[in-house]
């Protein structure tokens, strides 16, 4: 692809990749194109065919090999895996005791509108008192005073 108009055959293979794109959406297709365009500007200056080849495929493959970083950066805030759900949105919330909790029994709380079974990790803790949820098993939470709580929290299954 010496000839002059080598350029104008990457933007067509550049532009086949983006409608190719435009219809997959995977983002894979755009790395090509991308590739495609660097490559147009590399024979528009005068590289040759190699040059032109190795440009596109160093190109392509590296925006390929980086692009879940990109994506990642770009669309995620602060690399948060998401918004917490189920277990995981309790842990360290605070919640009411709405039955007493025995030094060693087990009682109630209650955490947004919702009872749960409880058991406290630290003595015997009275109704009204608001405690924070250390960690999850199963159907009951192991809650601890507020004044008492350092803000540790234990995933589930992790002993205390």
């Not at 199963?138 to 004044?147: C, E, F, M, P």
């Amino acid at each position: 692809m010496d000839f002059p108009a080598a350029w104008i055959l990457w933007l067509i293979a550049g532009l086949i990749s983006v409608v190719l794109e435009i219809k997959l959406s995977g983002f894979v297709m755009l790395w090509f194109a991308v590739g495609a365009a660097v490559s147009a500007l590399g024979a528009a200056v005068g590289l040759g065919l190699s040059g032109q080849l190795s440009l596109f495929i160093a190109v392509s493959v590296a925006l390929f090999a980086a692009s879940r970083t990109i994506f990642q950066n770009a669309l995620m805030r602060g690399g948060d895996r998401g918004p917490k759900v189920g277990a995981e949105a309790m842990l360290g919330a605070e919640a009411t005791v709405v039955q007493a909790l025995p030094a060693s029994g087990s009682g109630t709380v209650r955490i947004n509108g919702e009872l749960w079974a409880a058991r406290s990790v630290e003595g015997a803790i009275a109704a009204g008192e608001t405690v924070r949820i250390d960690s999850v098993e199963g159907l009951k939470l192991r809650v601890r005073k507020v004044q008492d709580a350092p803000i540790v929290v234990h995933r589930q299954g992790e002993k205390t």
